[in-house]
């Protein structure tokens, strides 16, 4: 009959591994802790694995994040890590995620993933960050952007679609839709006008750049807004160009969210 030690550790390893006899044991659990190491390593090395995205998963549940976790790990091309609340700094830090799901309640505190969300931003800048949020309200999707995410994804959107957008975040894109898009371009419209600046306060745009974006997120065309700055349309077309590579972006819509999430944190703080 086999020998199980008093932490029932033979009940967990395979038949060869089984220890047959007290002067076993040591041997025996050896080679557990060896197949243990193996595990934690084997682990590690999915997630650098050549070729995958990195995800890092934090919901206010640890039930929820596991089932988010597994929606995503359908997809072989992702790399999972779950985390808690109070793990995300630490996990991020070490292990360097392409995208973070951050919820916004964390630590059974609503408000919480978004101070989670500034200090990633500042501890691993690279890493793209898609919030997850309770509900689409108008002030938590501006919370979101003003907080640096780069997408937004509502609980009671279809599951399925979270690994698009976590593709699309990856990408560089943003996941944003159009009541979405609106509530920020209307946080743009009545937010007082403040430079773009990076994190260390220094301009990104020039002061005619600065006011391409304007018109830009007033909805304008390039024609329009060539006519109203009295410049050509090509002009305009190269100053986008330029727009565009210094903040690191591809599209108008992009650089108008960016804007409206950078005027919103100039204004009042937003009411959660």
């Known amino acids: 009959m086999p020998w199980r030690g008093t932490d029932g550790l033979s009940q967990m ?20 802790r060896t197949c243990a190491l193996e595990v934690i390593m084997a682990q590690t090395k999915s997630l650098t694995r050549k070729g995958s995205v990195r995800v890092l998963v934090a919901d206010s549940t640890p039930l929820t994040g596991r089932l988010i976790a597994d929606v995503l790990r359908r997809d072989r091309r992702f790399a999972i890590i779950d985390a808690s609340g109070s793990s995300v700094l630490p996990t991020a830090a070490s292990l360097k995620p392409d995208v973070a799901i951050i919820s916004e309640t964390l630590e059974g505190a609503r408000g919480r993933g978004f101070e989670i969300l500034i200090k990633l931003r500042a501890a691993v800048p690279k890493t793209r960050t898609v919030m997850l949020l309770d ?20 609980r009671n959107d279809a599951l399925k679609m979270l690994a698009r957008c976590v593709h699309k975040v990856h990408e560089g894109q943003l996941w944003v839709n159009g009541p979405q898009l609106e509530f920020l ?4 419209a009545t937010a007082p006008a403040t430079r773009l600046v990076d994190s260390q306060g220094a301009r990104l745009l020039s002061n005619r750049e600065q006011e391409v974006v304007r018109w830009l997120a007033g909805g304008h065309t390039n024609s329009e807004i060539a006519r109203e700055l009295k410049l050509s349309e090509n002009t305009i077309k190269n100053h986008l160009s330029r727009i565009f590579k210094k903040l690191g972006m591809s599209s108008r819509v992009e650089v108008v969210t960016y804007a409206a999430s950078q005027r919103a944190s100039a204004g009042p703080s937003v009411e959660r």
Do not use: K, M
Request: aromatic residues 10%; glycine residues 6%; hydrophobic residues 40%.
């Open 135 to 154: 509900s689409a309200e108008r002030n938590l999707v501006v919370e979101a952007f003003r907080s640096g995410a780069r997408g937004v994804f509502c």
């Open 185 to 188: 371009l209307e946080t743009l």
């Open 13 to 32: 390893v395979p038949e060869e591994w089984t220890i047959h006899t007290p002067s076993q044991a040591l041997l025996d659990g050896s080679r557990f």
